[in-house]
């Protein structure tokens, strides 16, 4: 049972902008810990998408930004492109587990 | 290039023991940290282990503190995970990643991941 939530799935037409949520609490995001983002195509690894919050690696297009307030931290993609159809993790680290968790992950489908 | 590949993995029976390596390349593996995580078929990613650059610190999971061993071989540029008294729950694709730290903290990001070795445990 993770302790970072995120929904199951969203979907949304090429071009359209999504968001994904990433629900924690006071002993991991709330607690000033960073968030990461994976996302992983299927039947592939997981690559890194946003670390720190909202920085992205040079490789990662700008379409993908990151962010973090209080106890939740999102993701969004804008321009969605067939290609952004993968899951997507968030990372964070929790203090009362000692160690880092990640979210329930979520399913993008470019309807 | 970064490139890390896992092996290792297989069909082993309850109580069993399997031990997984992650061999790595493109980058001076000893600077830096690493971490087992692992998939079960069809559910999401658990974090399993970290072990510092120097391989002087390791940490594990609940799950499988006890039965699990992190392990590192910086003169072979090799990761380890020794898994022992395997149960079920234990089958997962098991994948190793780079941390960007040398360290293994709470503030890791793992920027490189290996395609994962399937474990499936099972009578």
Redesign the interface.
Known sequence: Q?VLTQPPSVSGAPGQRVTISCSGGSSNIGAA??V?W?Q?LPE?????LI??NTNR?SRVPDRFSGSKSGTSASLAITGLQAEDEADY?C?S?D?S?????????TKVTVL | EVRLLESGGGLVQPGGSLRLSCAASGFRFSNYAMSWVRQAPGKGLEWVSPISGSGDNTYYADSVKGRFTISRDNSKNTLYLQMNSLRAEDTAVYFCAKDVYNFWSAYGVFDYWGQGTLVTVSS
Do not use: E, I, M
């Open positions: 993770s810990y960073d990461n994976y992983q592939t690894a997981p690559k890194l670390y720190g690696p993790y990372q680290y203090s587990l000692s160690g880092y968790v990640f979210g329930t992950g």
